[in-house]
Structure formats: C-alpha cells, structure tokens
C-alpha cells in the first residue's frame, strides 16, 4: 500500500503551476492544473536539467522553461519526437491538502 | 391502535415522506405535522419562478389543506418547535406538548450569513422562502430600485435574474474566479456570465464584500467592498449558502457533525428517531439538491414501515432555472487520472459542451447554451453505460445525424455587419459583404472596392474568411500559418477579433474563436495574455501563470536553475551608493557580476529562495527591477552628451533617462531597447536599436526598427524633431503602435517590415490626432503595469512562496 505524506495546502501551489519539495537526491515538482489536480515528476527535464516547475500548464501537461518539450504530468513521458522520461510519483489531493508518496521520497533519501 | 409520528418541518423532502407512507396499503399512522412558516408543504425549488412571475405561489403548493384531512394530519402550521424530549418521547410546541411513538427531523438548512459589519440592517435577506421571495417581488414595485446579490451560485443568479426580470438594476458579487464554480467549468462560467450581462445584470468576480453600509434609518443602502467600490441598494440578499439546522436535534442529545447523522436507513443515534433532507449527514455528506431527498424520504417511510430500505447517494445534476440560460452540469468535471474530456464549441450559438470520460464511462458533463441531450448524458453516466461504441459522436447526442465537424470560420460568420474588420481604414463585415455581392471576388477587388487590407494588411486573413463565407466553394482559401495547434486562427486574424468582439479574458477568447483545447498551451496562452493586456489594461487581469518562467519570476533563468538579477540603471548612469549595494549583495549572495552590453550590472548565479531578499537588498538602495527578462522595455543605452563630451550637441544622457522614465514597466510582443547618441559619432550605438535617437545641433533625429541580434539592420528614419517633448511623444506613441497591432515575438524591425514605414508614420508622424491618441493609451497602460515588480514580490509575507514547499533532506540527515 502507497503511504502518503502531507506536503502542504493546496492553496499552496498556484493553479496552473506548481511548486518543489526538496529531496536528498534533488527536487520533485508537485504540479496542480486548471482543475486543481495535483501530479508529481522529477524537476528535471532529462533533456539539459530544466526546471520543469518552472514551465507553463496546460491541460494535463507541462512545457520544459528552457527548451519546450513537453511533458504528460501523470505519466512523466515527454510527447512528440521528444523521446525523454522523467520519473512520476503518486501524488493525490484530501481535504485541500497535497499527499506525495512518502515511500518514494524515503527511498530517494535513504539511496 | 395507531402509531403516533410527529414530523417537525414541511419541507419537501418531509412531504414527499408523508406520500409515500400513505401509499402502503398497511400504514397506520397518526401524524403531527410542524412547521415554523405560517403554511404547509410548498416546492422549494420553483420560488424562482414565483420570483420571476412565471409561476404564483398557488401553483407550487405541493401539498393542500385537502391532501392534510384525507389522512388525518394534525397541521401546527406556524409554531415553532421549542424542545424534544426523548425521554419521555415527547415533542415540546410553542402551544404544547405531542406524544411520539416515532419522531421524524426534517428542520432542513438555514442560509449562511456572512458575519459582515452590518447584516442585521432592515433590507439584507437570504434566499429561503417565501417571505424572502415577497421582499425581491415588492422591490420590482419601485421604480429604480437596486440590488445587489452576494454570491454567484445557484441561488443567488436566480435571485438576480428573478429581480432583473421585474425591472430592478442588479448587481451579483461573486467571491470565485467564475460563477457556479462548483457546478461549471470557466468555459461554461464564461458564457453564463456573458448571458446574464445581456440581461442587464452586473456580474463582478473575484469580489471580497466588506461592509454593509446603512442609512440614517437602520436601512441598508450600499454594500462596500475590499477594493473600495460601493455598490448603492435598497436590498440586499446574501445567497452564499446554507448550513444544516441541528439546533433541536443537537440540544436533544442525538449524534450530530456537520449534519445529524443518521445510517442507511434514515435512523439517527436513538432507533426511534429519523431524519431527513438538508439537515442531515449520510457517510459524511451533506444534501443540497433535490433528487437525493426524494431517495431519502422513500427509504424513511419504507423504514417507518417495517421494510427494508437503503439509501444510496448517487451522482446528482443541475440546471439553472433563469430563462434564456441554459446550462446543465452534473458529475465529476475535474480533470484526473486516466480521464479524457471530449469538447465541442459552437461559438455563433454560444453552445458549450464538455463530457469527461474515464475509461469507456461517462463521469461528468457540463453543457451550456443547448441542454437538450443533458439527460441522456446523465443517463449513461448514471447507468455507467459503455459508450466505446459510439464515442466518435457521442457529443453529438442521441440524435446524431452524421455530426458536422466544428467550423474555424463560425466566429468570422457570426460577426455582425456592423463589426469592424479593417481597423486602419475602418472597413466594417457588411461593407466587404456588399463588395462581394456587387462581383468582387478576388482579394485585390475587395481591397480596391472597400481599401479593407490595403493598409497594414493584418487583417488580411478576416477579409478572406468573409469572403469565404459569402462565396463558399467559389473562394479558394489561401493557407496561412495558424496561431498554434489550439486554434486554425492566425496571431493577427486573433488580435483583430480581440479588438472588434471586444474579447477580455482567456475564456471569451477560447469560446468565441473555438479555441480546440481547454486551456490553450505555451504557445498560445503567452500571445494571449499580451494581446489581452496591451487591448483592455484596465479590464484585463494579467496572468502570471500564462507566462514565460523569467517574466513570472521577474529575473533570468539560467542554464542552472539559477537566476540573473539586474537592476535598472537609467541611462546607463549609477552612483557610488548603488555600487555599493550592487558589491554588497554580490558578496551576500554569491553572485558573477557582469558588465552588459546594454549599460548596467549583471548578478548571475542567484538561488530562487534568495530572489526576494536580494531584491529588498537593492530596493533598500532605491534600485527597481530593469526588467532584463521581459518582452518589455530594457535599456535606455546613451553616451554622455553635452554634459561632459566636447562633440556633444544635446544631452544625450538626460533624454535617455528622460524616455527610460516613461518608458518602463511597460510590455511590448518582444523586447524592446532604445539608444541615444549625442552626436553623428553615434557611441551609443543607436542605429541599430528598435528606437534610435541621433542628436544634432538642430534637434533629433528618430529612427525606429533596427536590428543587432540574429538580423543586424540599420534604423529607419522616422522623422526629425526639434525639441525633447516631441521626441518622448513619437516614441511613445510608436511603442504604443506596435503594442497594439504587431505579433507577438515579433521584434519592431520584424512588424515595421510587414505593415511599411509608411503606414506607421501616417499614424505616429502625421496624423497628430493618431499621435496623441496612441499616447494617451500608452499612458493609460503606464497607470497599470508601470511599478516595480520587485518591490511588490519582495514582501516578508510573500516570500515562503519563493521557497521549495517541503524539504525532505533536513528529515533525511536526522
């Protein structure tokens, strides 16, 4: 079973942006869309390390600030002639609070 | 011997109860009905149709004098219900006790008041009932009266729109982005809006209410908001919500949270009492709509009769019942996991409609402006229906006939005659429209016929699509290259209909240009919001998250992730105070500092969470942002002039700082940066910039559209003026131009090539009129975005934004 962990508010995270939790290994992007849904990669762009939580939302997407691939955020997969993953994370909204994988996170400090 | 039931409260869910008891053959009961208004069971849900004349107060009498004799009800219409006693099981009246055998809450939800200075004044109501209803119906009696609603939900538009409709000026204040924000998405919201304001109706959003301001008599005459607006009116109705009534229940010792709670089978905490309708809570949910109540009263007479019953919350829908709005919204309409929406937009019907699939299910729908196929939708939602068969047109609905694919010209069709085409030469639809019908049939005819496109030529692309409209397969369009993958349209046919259907916001541009994606994407939403904010400065809301990283976090990224810090330094001048600061925050922040090529100071290698510190640290020295990041103004490059220079002929210096002044803060479709050289030697290197001025001993020389980047082009000549006034002027008011008519990411040089020089001096050279009135707009746009960008974002409170929103690393090292 997934444990989740509270990483904040979701007011928190500005609609159609996102915001970085910092992990021992880097920082994971925590996305919320139009549609205040919450999605969770890697905060960085496989291709040159662009801050993904940095790029434009659109949709169920997120565009690369430096060099504009983009990203399907619940799966992390990049679209197009763009053939990059970066690495996804269950991330899900209860009560107006943002909930990560604490498992992953722990792994990712404990490697 | 018949069971004693005593029901308190005559709301509908209660009365649809009472029928279905008596519908069993075996029902035995003695009841007791009460209820705190003077009257029985009336229908809820058709008040705004009393409101709004369509229906009296007769015709929503679900239940009559009559029906209450044929079974034998005892009505206590009118009194209150002051207490229960549950153990000796008796419930207590204002005019005396009742005995109970089973007792059955139905006390419904009150209206939720915002607790603002001045709500108890004669004049402020709820939307609940019918007394409410009389107050609303009495004030279109008046003539000139005025209202004002709080909230933008169901209720309250229903108010609104009940109260327009008899002639009152009604204004809704709605705290949200978008109306009916839990029912619609801002596509749907939009149009909403759009209707009620054909209808008179006021609408603000995003709207915080302060104050209800009274008059000498206790009487409320204007509502204050957070802005400092006031809103005159005679009343005001507050339709913010409701909240459970549990009073009586909570002071008898039955088990209650946010509503009573009660089980399955609509019995609370003691076996022998139930409840049903708003005031109660069902697996942590509470009810505002109609249909789960119907659900509820039929298992709380099943239960009452020694049946088994369930009930189950299911998924609900909604309909406005404002005429003229037609909107529906039922299910889940969030986006998620593995859901996928399928979106259709007419935009000459103003027709709007969204389903939200996940896997072969239907989840959510939201429908506006034709509702027709709203319950089909349901249905198979409902039912959980697979529709993988007919997916390909299953937004076409039941009666699909073969489902036209959306037209991209629908939006130039619906423009009324009367709508502006070709801006420069004001050439309106119906001109070209009655060129083509004299046999014009080629672009050039029309352009001769009418001049439309035969200035600047932006508009080129509009003028085809009316001709492909009236001439059908007879035009053969010419392809161009559209805005982006959300939309057929180009950028300039885009800013054109902006400016002619005087579209304000990202969802009107959306709807009305049948925009294909929700949202639009990084390519269009940018374009957009600088289209959007340099057409309606003082409308337009700008939207940081529709921007590039650097321009919504005020500096440069870098290759690193870390940013560039640069302030202004007009004219290229700075002082050993500024220096001093500038040193002091490099050592502070472990910046590289780099001279630029545009006259100023560069911090690169700053972390995001010190980007608002640095910037107090360099407003603390009186520096502001130089906006080295933006499509806006840069530098002011200038040389020393006559001040120090024994070639200079005017101040150079002074000028450059002078136009950086006027010039700052302002966006532009691409970056934008001026030189000024003192004399022909030309240090400032101000021929090859967007604005050049040259000084001579006679004056200045203007020259505009240059290049030094990927292109490198020498200035055009503008014109030659005499004085420093005339050049901040036709500077401005040339800024101004290309603010409003280029494309976006074109640079001045790019946009003076597409419309000719010629044009843009006619309109900033000699046409003096056109001058001062792109001035004056450039001004007004000033008003707006003309502040530092630092200081507003360098604020303590703002800055745990700047920061990551959780840190795992410090748990980590523990």
Redesign the interface.
């Known amino acids: 079973m997934t444990l989740f962990v509270d990483?904040?508010s979701l007011e928190?995270?500005?609609?159609?942006?996102a915001?970085?939790?910092?992990?021992?290994e880097g920082?994971v992007a925590?996305f919320r869309?139009?549609?205040?849904?919450v999605f969770a990669l890697d905060d960085r762009c496989p291709h040159?390390?662009?801050?993904l939580s940095?790029?434009?939302?659109?949709?169920?997407?997120v565009?690369c600030?430096?060099h504009?691939a983009?990203f399907d955020l619940?799966t992390g997969q990049a679209q197009g002639a763009d053939d990059y993953v970066t690495r996804s994370y269950p991330a899900k909204v209860e009560n107006g609070r943002?909930l990560l994988d604490a498992a992953l996170?722990?792994r990712r400090?404990?490697a | 011997m018949k069971k004693k039931l005593v029901i308190i409260g005559a709301g509908m869910a209660s009365g649809r109860a009472i029928e279905h008891l008596f519908e069993h053959a075996t029902a035995d009961w003695d009841v007791t009905l009460f209820n705190a208004e003077p009257r029985g069971n009336y229908n809820r849900l058709m008040l705004s149709p009393v409101l709004s004349g369509e229906k009296t107060y007769e015709q929503i009498v679900t239940h009559d004098d009559s029906f209450y004799a044929a079974h034998g009800i005892h009505c206590r219409f009118g009194e209150k219900v002051v207490s229960i006693d549950r153990a000796r099981k008796v419930v207590v009246g204002e005019k005396g006790e009742v005995a109970y055998d089973k007792l059955l809450i139905g006390t419904g939800s009150n209206p939720f008041i915002i607790p603002l200075p001045g709500k108890d004044l004669k004049g402020v109501i709820a939307y609940r009932d019918l007394e409410d209803t009389q107050a609303m119906i009495d004030l279109g009696a008046k003539p000139g009266a005025k209202a004002v609603v709080i909230g933008g939900g169901l209720l309250g538009l229903e108010a609104a729109a009940g109260m327009a409709a008899r002639g009152v000026d009604v204004t809704v204040v709605h705290i949200m982005g978008h109306l009916m924000e839990r029912q619609l998405?801002?596509s749907a919201g939009y149009l909403l809006r759009k209707a009620l304001n054909d209808k008179g109706i006021h609408v603000l959003c995003q709207a915080n209410s302060k104050e209800i301001l009274g008059d000498e008599t206790g009487h409320v005459r204007a509502l204050a908001l957070a802005d400092g607006t006031e809103l005159p009116c005679d009343l005001l109705v507050m339709a913010v919500g409701i909240r459970p009534n549990v009073a009586l229940a909570k002071e008898a010792g039955l088990q209650v949270a946010r509503g009573i709670v009660v089980d399955d089978h609509m019995v609370t905490s003691d076996p022998d009492v139930l409840s049903l309708g708003e005031c109660v809570e069902h697996a942590g949910a509470i009810f505002g709509l109609v249909a789960p109540l119907y659900d509820q009263a039929k298992v709380v007479a099943a239960t009452l009769n020694g049946e088994h019953s369930v009930f189950v919350s299911r998924e609900v829908s909604t309909k406005l019942k404002v005429t003229g709005c037609d909107l529906f919204s039922a299910g889940d309409?969030?986006?998620?996991?593995?859901r996928e929406d399928i979106v259709f937009r007419d935009p000459s019907r103003g027709v709007y409609k969204r389903l939200v699939l996940k896997g072969d299910r239907i989840i959510g729908a939201v429908m506006y402006g034709d509702t027709a196929d709203g319950n089909w939708f349901y249905g198979l939602m409902k039912d959980g229906t697979d529709i993988s068969e007919m997916r390909e047109t299953l937004i076409f609905g039941p009666a699909f006939q073969g489902g036209a694919a959306l037209d991209p010209m629908a939006a130039v069709a619906a423009l009324p005659p009367e709508a502006e085409i070709c801006g420069c030469n004001g050439v309106c639809k119906g001109k070209i429209e009655a060129a083509i019908k004299g046999g014009a049939t080629t672009l050039d005819q029309v352009r001769a016929q009418t001049k439309a496109s035969s200035s600047c030529g932006t508009c080129t692309g509009l003028v085809e699509q009316v001709m492909a409209v009236c001439l059908g397969d007879d035009f053969v369009m010419p392809t161009h290259l559209p805005m982006c993958k959300c939309t057929d349209h180009t950028h300039e046919d885009v800013r054109r209909l902006i400016k002619s259907m005087e579209l304000k916001s990202q969802p009107a541009v959306f709807q009305e240009l049948g925009w294909k994606?929700?949202?639009?994407?990084?390519s269009c939403?940018?374009a957009l919001n600088f289209y959007l904010l340099a057409d309606w400065p003082l409308d337009y809301q700008d939207q940081?998250?529709?921007?590039?990283?650097n321009e919504?976090?005020h500096a440069n990224?870098q290759?690193?992730?870390t940013y560039s810090v640069m302030p202004r330094m007009w004219g290229g001048m700075t002082d050993a105070n500024e220096l001093r600061a500038i040193a002091d925050a490099a050592e502070k922040y472990g910046a590289a500092v780099k001279v630029t090529g545009g006259q100023r100071i560069d911090l690169l290698g700053i972390k995001k969470e010190d980007l608002p510190a640095i910037w107090a640290d360099l407003n603390d020295a009186g520096m502001v942002s130089g906006h080295a990041y933006t499509k806006g103004l840069r530098t002011v490059k200038t040389c020393v002039g006559s001040d120090w220079c024994r070639f200079g002929t005017q101040d150079s210096t002074g000028l450059g700082i002078k136009l950086e002044k006027l010039l700052w803060g302002s966006w532009t479709p691409h970056k934008v940066k001026l030189g000024v050289s003192g004399c022909p030697r030309n240090c400032a290197e101000a021929t090859c910039k967007d604005v050049g001025v040259i000084c001579v001993d006679s004056g200045y020389q203007i020259g505009v559209a240059g290049a030094a980047g990927m292109d490198v082009k020498e200035t055009e000549r503008l014109c030659d003026v005499a004085s420093e006034d005339e050049v901040l002027e036709i500077t401005a008011a040339f800024i101004q131009l290309y603010r409003e008519n280029a494309k976006y990411l074109d640079r001045p040089y790019k946009w003076v090539a597409k419309v000719g020089l010629d044009w843009v001096k006619e309109r900033v050279v000699a046409d003096i009129d056109s001058r001062r009135a792109l001035y004056d707009r450039f001004l007004i746009s000033q008003s707006v975005y003309q502040k530092d960008p630092w200081a507003e974002r360098a604020r303590p409170e703002d800055r745990p934004?700047w920061a990551?929103?959780?840190?795992?690393?410090k748990?980590?090292a523990e």
């Open positions: 990483i904040g928190d995270i500005p609609r159609q942006g915001r970085v939790v910092k992990t021992t920082c925590v869309t139009l549609e205040d849904e040159k390390g662009g801050p940095e790029g434009i939302v659109h949709g169920r997407n565009t600030p430096l504009s983009v619940s943002v996170l722990k400090s404990a | 998405d801002e309409f969030a986006e998620g996991e593995g994606t929700k949202d639009g994407c990084h939403r940018p940081p998250q529709s921007r590039f990283v919504r976090n990224i290759k690193d992730g934004k990551p929103l959780a840190d795992f690393t748990e980590a």
